[in-house]
């Protein structure tokens, strides 16, 4: 089974503080995703990152930055915590880019996140 | 206007009911997922199709690729099938990324 695990279930941190939130993939897959989920909102893509040290902006990547050093890592930095950025985070990853036939998508358990 | 539509939002049903989800999106695409999210948060792929029909157990997923249009069936809803249903679609607009639909909340009652 392929196995994306996230760090933490859930985290309560402090406005300002530096947040990690950290991803790990176990199935070599390329290209790996953060995703924020909200209310009537859906889920918006905040980075990704299609091979090591690689990585493009989402949908939504004010206040975040990534950092993919290794194949199977691909962590979520939010540089100094804002109330506005408690959220549901999800990690993803996937073999091949979406528009393959082959392509699925493999998702974390999610963690949220709460600024206080 | 958003590039990919679900309905309804919300849906209650009793057990045993025929649960019928629908998702619409703007653009040509090459596939459309139908996803899962437990009340816990983890998503899992139920279903990955470019055409026709797909079956898995009691989940039934159709796609209409000229239409624009897909439906993800439920037969002999039980609670356990209580989840929010995500739709999701590789848009060309967006690069090939996934975009996702809000969600349709479906809540099985016995």
């Known amino acids: 089974d392929v196995k994306v695990t996230q760090s933490s279930r859930y985290l309560v941190k402090r406005t300002g503080e530096k947040v990690f939130l950290e991803c790990v993939q176990d199935?070599?897959?390329?290209?790996m995703f953060w995703y924020r989920q909200d209310p009537g909102l859906g889920l918006r893509l905040i980075y990704f990152?299609?091979?090591?040290?690689?990585?493009e902006k989402g949908d939504i990547p004010e206040g975040y930055s990534v950092s993919r050093e290794k194949k199977e890592r691909f962590s979520l930095i939010l540089e100094s915590a804002s109330t506005n950025q408690t959220s549901m985070y999800l990690c993803?990853?996937?073999?091949?880019?979406?528009?393959?036939?082959?392509?699925?998508?493999?998702f974390g358990q999610g963690t949220r996140l709460t600024v206080v | 206007k958003n590039e990919v539509e679900q309905s309804p939002q919300n849906l209650t049903a009793q057990e045993g009911e025929f649960i019928t989800i629908n998702c619409s999106y703007s653009?040509?695409?090459?596939?459309l997922h139908w996803l899962q999210q437990h009340p816990g948060g983890g998503i899992v792929s139920l279903f990955m199709l470019s055409s026709g029909k797909k079956k898995h157990g009691r989940l039934i997923a159709t796609i209409n690729i000229q239409e624009k249009h897909s439906s993800l069936h439920i037969t002999a809803s039980h609670p356990r099938d209580s989840a929010v249903y995500i739709c999701a679609v590789p848009l060309e607009t967006s690069g090939s990324r996934l975009t996702f639909g809000e969600g349709t909340q479906l809540t099985v009652n016995p």
């Open positions: 990152s299609y091979d090591v040290k690689m990585k």
């Open positions: 653009v040509g695409i090459s596939a």
């Open positions: 199935m070599d897959h390329e290209n």
């Open positions: 993803a990853s996937s073999l091949l880019i979406f528009d393959s036939l082959n392509t699925e998508a493999f």
